[in-house]
């Protein structure tokens, strides 16, 4: 199963913590704010500590314990290229869409 996360604040980087123990299939994270941020907040989580594991960056992509994710960086839902990733399931961590 190939899943994407939208939204990388506090829900969307523990539900990654918890599906990389779990070896789940983290394929691409959506955020608003950059890369560097992501891998700074990843390491360093006030609440839930520092991670334990490898992470790096390449270009688009956030590299964590040598698993590739890409990173993307879209305000509209409906522009995220998820059809083109194959992604089966999208978790929402945005807390912007709150209406079904």
């Known amino acids: 199963m190939r899943v994407a996360i939208n939204g990388f604040g ?5 539900f990654f913590r918890i599906a990389l123990d779990r070896k789940i299939n983290i394929v691409a994270i959506n955020d608003i ?8 907040l ?14 790096s960056l390449k270009r688009n ?21 998820w059809k083109k990733l194959k992604i089966d399931i999208v978790i929402e961590s945005t807390g912007a869409f709150k209406k079904r």
């Open 10 to 14: 506090r829900i969307g980087r523990i």
């Open 61 to 81: 992509s956030l590299i964590v314990n040598g698993k590739s994710v890409v990173v993307l960086n879209e305000r509209d839902p409906e522009k995220l290229p």
């Open 33 to 40: 704010h950059g890369l560097d941020d992501a891998a700074y």
């Open 42 to 55: 990843l390491e360093h989580d006030s609440v839930y500590g520092n991670y334990k594991g490898k992470v």
